[in-house]
């Protein structure tokens, strides 16, 4: 099993421009879910969905959109980029409530 | 809505030290507790866990009691190495609404062995 994986590792944007963040999983979880981290702030969620078809908004959505098309895949898309939102980008995925959550190595964005 | 608050960073300890990270909570329910480490450019990896009251957890050395009493999930190894410098990040799940599966994150503590 590869786990959870991202794409890219690093990505330099310009102001307005619009990127997508790849993530899959290969362990069939149904739970995945997007986190961005900033130095002091920890870990926040952005966006997660329970499912394939269902999404929903975490903590810091603006800016941001997902789908969820397959059990595999929840990509992340940037409509129009903002220094705002540089940041190290974090894709997890999980089984179950209690147990234990998955992360990718990460993408990390600056927005000029 | 939940919270977790773990001590503030950085932590500088020479090896064979003895490491305490405090994390204290507030959720509804019955939440499970969490400790994540990330090493050095690298993601995060679950380092233990605990999902009731009372329970132990432990890996590598280090472990954590949920007190639910305390609201606490405090991190303790006996006997730190070079090789466990990294950012230790508290964190909990599961709760009586919404979304049970989403972490809710301390803001990290960053620890730095010395030898």
Known sequence: NAGVTQTPKFQVLKTGQSMTLQCAQDMNHEYMSWYRQDPGMGLRLIHYSVGAGITDQGEVPNGYNVSRSTTEDFPLRLLSAAPSQTSVYFCASTTGQKETQYFGPGTRLLVL | ?115
């Open chain 2, 1 to 115: 809505g939940n919270s977790v608050t773990q001590m503030e960073g950085p932590v500088t300890l020479s090896e064979e030290a003895f490491l305490t990270i405090n994390c204290t909570y507030t959720a509804t329910g019955y939440p499970s507790l969490f400790w994540y480490v990330q090493y050095p450019g690298e993601g995060l990896q679950l380092l233990l866990k605990a999902t009731k009251a009372d329970d132990k957890g432990s890996n590598k050395g280090f472990e954590a009691t949920y007190r639910k009493e305390t609201t606490s999930f405090h991190l303790e190894k006996g006997s730190v190495q070079v090789s466990d410098s990294a950012v230790y990040f508290c964190a909990l799940s599961g709760n009586s609404g919404g979304s049970n599966y989403k972490l809710t994150f301390g803001k990290g503590t960053l620890l730095t062995v010395n030898p």
